[in-house]
């Protein structure tokens, strides 16, 4: 037996022993600026309010928009977990609400070089957070960089944010088409959605969705489903400017309605989840 069988021999039993797996959500996009970490941010408040445990995963490695909107500076990240100094639960930093947040630092780039004692260890842990949220959110960076792709490929559910700036539409293709050109796309089962944010209506966010939806059938086969759109809201600009959460701040803003709509339907899909968070993390690694 291969150290590779072996490592998929600890992820399966470390996800067998977990009767329920936490919903795994991965946020991305094609380029920075478009509202991805603000997406990730108002999901997890929703959730909150919807009697769920949420802890978000900062995978975007040199940014820290999460810790600014939440006003809160990690004291660690997970590469005290891959030197085995912490588990898991003990770099978890609580945000507003109670909202869990993990810091990925510089830890992200210490992913891809791994022994196996280091594997265990992380996969033992990761599989704990099961136990302690129903809902992870992992916020990817933005672009077409090999660890977003790593991200997105190994999840179940993905969100893809864009907006309507022709910038942001090719840079939300050039990523499609990244996953589409990848012979592990299809066989994972990756389930893309797209949320329209910073639409001035209904009208441009469907204009959104179809340009994509038109470009990824016709040059790459595929389909990508819409999940909604956000409003441009002088609430939510405002509530971003003084590093602020708009659907803490305000509840009522029309921003923080559509928030709460998606969060819904989130909550209410059927869609099939085939892993836990440890399986997760060990495709990521082993890509």
Known sequence: ?????????????????????????TITSGKGGVGKSNMAVNLAVHFR???????????????????????????????????????????????????????????????????KSQVDY????????????????????????DNVLEFVLSSPEVILVTTPEPSSLTDSYSLVKALYKSPEFIKNGTNVRLVANKVNSKYEADAVYDKIKTVTGKFLGGDIKYLGMIPQ???LEKAVRSQKIVSIVNPNAKSSKAFSEIAGDLLDDKVSYKWGIAQLFNSFIHR
């Not at 021999?9 to 919903?23: E, F, G, P, T």
């Not at 003990?90 to 992200?108: A, V």
């Open 233 to 235: 809201d002088s609430a």
């Open 49 to 115: 309010n919807k009697g769920k445990r949420v802890i978000i995963f900062d995978a975007d490695f040199g940014l820290a928009n999460v810790e600014v909107m939440f006003g809160t500076v990690p004291k660690y990240n997970l590469s005290k977990v891959l030197d085995g100094e912490m588990r898991i639960e003990d770099i978890i930093t609580k945000g507003p609400m109670d909202i869990g947040f993990i810091s990925g630092g510089s830890g992200i780039v210490g992913l891809n070089n791994l022994n």
């Open 122 to 145: 992380l996969i033992s842990n990761l599989s704990r957070l099961n136990e302690l949220t129903d809902i992870l959110i992992i916020d990817t960076g933005a672009g077409v960089s």
């Open 1 to 25: 037996m291969d150290q590779a069988e072996q490592l998929r021999n600890i992820v399966k039993l470390q996800d067998q022993r977990n009767i329920s797996n936490a919903k795994v959500i």
